[in-house]
């Protein structure tokens, strides 16, 4: 289960922290990505950090703005936004990956993702 939280509404140029709470499976044997889905938009890759925490990825429209990270102790993923931009508004939901100890070649990959927690608004004014 992923509990997701963080959302809001921000003005450009201010900064969020989306949080992920996960919980019924091992949280360290797992990738886990944040996706983002505006409307009328496919759901698309924001970022993604392996199971131990040492590899990650971003999509390019991050520019460096974004940071996902992990906490193993408290069983959460992270996603510090900085710098938002009124094209970040979306819905952004946090996602594990299917198959433990799993991440090249697959980590942004909606399909390889089964589970989702439910999603978080945000909506970036200008």
């Known amino acids: 289960q992923l509990q997701a939280s963080g959302g809001g509404l921000v003005q450009a140029g201010d900064s969020l922290r989306l949080s992920c709470a996960a919980s019924?499976?091992?949280?360290?044997?797992?990738?886990m990505g944040w996706f983002r889905q505006a409307p009328g938009r496919e759901r698309e890759i924001v970022a993604a950090i392996n199971w131990s925490g040492g590899t990650k990825n971003y999509a390019d429209f991050v520019k460096g703005r974004f940071t996902i990270s992990r906490d193993r102790v408290k069983n959460t993923v992270y996603l510090r936004m900085n710098s938002l931009e009124p094209e970040d508004t979306a819905v952004y939901y946090c996602?594990?990956?299917?198959?433990?100890?799993?991440?090249?070649?697959?980590?942004?990959?909606?399909?390889?993702?089964?589970?989702w927690g439910q999603g978080t608004q945000v909506t970036v004014s200008s």
């Open positions: 996602a594990g990956h299917g198959r433990p100890y799993t991440y090249e070649g697959t980590h942004y990959d909606t399909r390889d993702y089964p589970f």
């Open positions: 019924g499976r091992p949280f360290d044997k797992y990738t």
